[in-house]
């Protein structure tokens, strides 16, 4: 059988990577980043930052580093580093940072957001509400950022125009990129959301066992929208169980029958038209 992957071991905790100008750049601890244009060899290079570097991007010649102690720093080939002279803020951690429609867009702790032209001087962004406490990465596509965290809250805008709101996961949200017209999301518990022009569409289902026997279904979409949540005991045949149209992002139904009937039962949910 094939390999589809070569190991490099570079001894080091590699926490980000990026690729732009035909080289692959590698964000390590320590102010370390690890620099090749095949992939296979790598030679490290010090960024001149001292704390982990937790994300890196590629925009407009430019690659740009974000460190764990809030402070920044670029590079037009990945090797000779220039710190950013004047980023907003020292103390709180960032984690990711993206490039589109000109401008550089740093996340972080807290839910910083801080944006740049050029990659050296930046500007914090205030003007949205912040629902919980870390902003984890961010991508651009269709005209603007989206950027997720922690709750699977998201932020999305650009320039200094930014709205803050849930999704339909309570999940962390770790990565986020954009893709055959919409945003890719990964998080905690296996959480994978999809979104189109930036509005979370996609729904989860999930069940636990209550004291009496029954079971519990909880569904996780969009709110104003109805599901059909459908049972089978064999994957072919599907009977509604109950329809559901949510008021908020999270609703329940119960399947009273599930501790009287023997054998497997499996559910699902489908959106309504």
Do not use: C
Not at 93 to 121: M, R
Not at 211 to 222: E, H, K, Y
Not at 242 to 247: D, R
Request: glycine share 14%.
């Amino acid at each position: 059988m094939s390999s589809y992957f070569r190991d490099t071991t570079l001894g080091a905790s590699l926490n980000a990577i990026t690729f732009g100008g035909g080289t692959f750049v590698v964000a390590a601890d320590k102010g370390e980043v690890f620099a090749s244009i095949d992939g296979v060899q790598w030679k490290p290079h010090n960024t001149g930052l001292v704390d982990d570097l937790m994300g890196i991007g590629y925009g407009n010649g430019r690659f740009v580093v974000v460190a764990w102690d809030g402070t920044i720093a670029n590079s037009a080939d990945g090797k000779k580093w220039t710190l950013s002279s004047n980023p907003p803020s020292t103390t709180s951690q960032l984690y990711g940072v993206g490039y589109g429609g000109g401008q550089f867009v740093a996340v972080g702790e807290s839910g910083i957001i801080e944006t740049s032209s050029d990659a050296i001087d930046w500007t914090a962004q205030t003007n949205y509400a912040v629902a919980f406490g870390t902003l984890r990465s961010v991508a651009w596509g269709d005209n603007e950022f989206v950027a997720v965290g922690d709750g699977g809250w998201t932020v999305r805008g650009s320039g200094s125009d930014w709205i803050s709101s849930s999704s339909a996961t309570v999940n962390d949200l770790y990565s986020v990129i954009f893709t055959n017209g919409g945003f890719v999301a990964v998080g905690n518990n296996g959480t994978i959301m999809v979104t189109t022009a930036a509005v979370v569409v996609p729904f989860q289902l999930s069940a636990v066992f209550l004291a009496n026997g029954s079971l519990q279904l909880t569904l996780q979409g969009t709110p104003g929208s109805t599901y059909a949540i459908e049972v089978s005991t064999d994957l072919i045949h599907w009977n509604r169980l109950a329809s559901l149209t949510l008021t908020s992002p999270a609703g329940q139904s119960v399947d009273s029958a599930a501790s009287r009937i023997a054998g497997a039962r499996f559910y699902r949910a489908k959106l309504s038209p």
